[in-house]
């Protein structure tokens, strides 16, 4: 749907599509946030108060989300895939609520979310994938009929390299973030349509896939920021304390209360 509406089927985008290799697998939630063991509950608390808080099921998919400060969330599941997500402010106000749609072998076709409080928001979002599994494309329909389109390449290690955005009422191409990966390190470009930079975020990263160091540029103003972080490690490898502090000056400590489910 997408290349015929907002691309042309180059060779590249064939090659890319159709090309063998095998399937990626897909992470949980627990993998998703770079996390280890059957972990039941988790909380980043920050100055004695709960700053981010996960519930897991069994298989490692999240089924409350909670952020005091802003919203909470609730899943639910069937046979391991999520098929209900119900979001709430912090007065537990239903916000909004969404809807995923699976084909015969159980992979995402269609997710329908729904605004309670803004109808202008409702839309339908699909997705096409390549033969590997890579989501290759994200197509939302709005209610007022205009599209918003991502589209996404990929490395050979399933790593994202190229995400482009396109203008939902033009289909205009907008905007393009661009990704490089070496060991320990993960580069991040944002392009405009005239492919002028407009922002740039460097993370070098720990044995644990974490960063320990983060350089951000936003051309706006021309703001520079590096922000450092050290961290220890409870015996899952999931860090418990955070350290972080901001253009050299100590900023916070973060800690985590991390239950894991009894084997």
Known sequence: MY?????????????????????????????RLNLNGKIKNYKIICDNTIIQEYEFNELGFIVLEFNPKEYYMNEFYDNGLIKEKRVFDSNDKNLCTEYFHYNNLGVLEEKIVGYHNNLQKNYDEYYEYDRRGNTTA??????????DVETFKYNSKYQITDHYIFDKSSRNFIGRFKYKFREFLTLEKYFSEDNELLSSKKCTLDLHNNPIQVEKYVKFMNLKSTTNYLYSYDKHQNWVTRDQSLNGTKKVQETTQIEYFEI
Request: hydrophobic share 25%; charged share 35%; proline share 0%.
């Open 3 to 31: 290349y015929s509406l907002y691309q042309r089927k180059t060779l590249e985008y064939l090659f890319n599509k159709y090309k063998f290799g095998s399937k990626r697998k897909e992470q949980n939630d627990i993998k």
């Open 138 to 147: 994200i197509i939302r329909q709005y209610v007022n009929y205009n599209d």
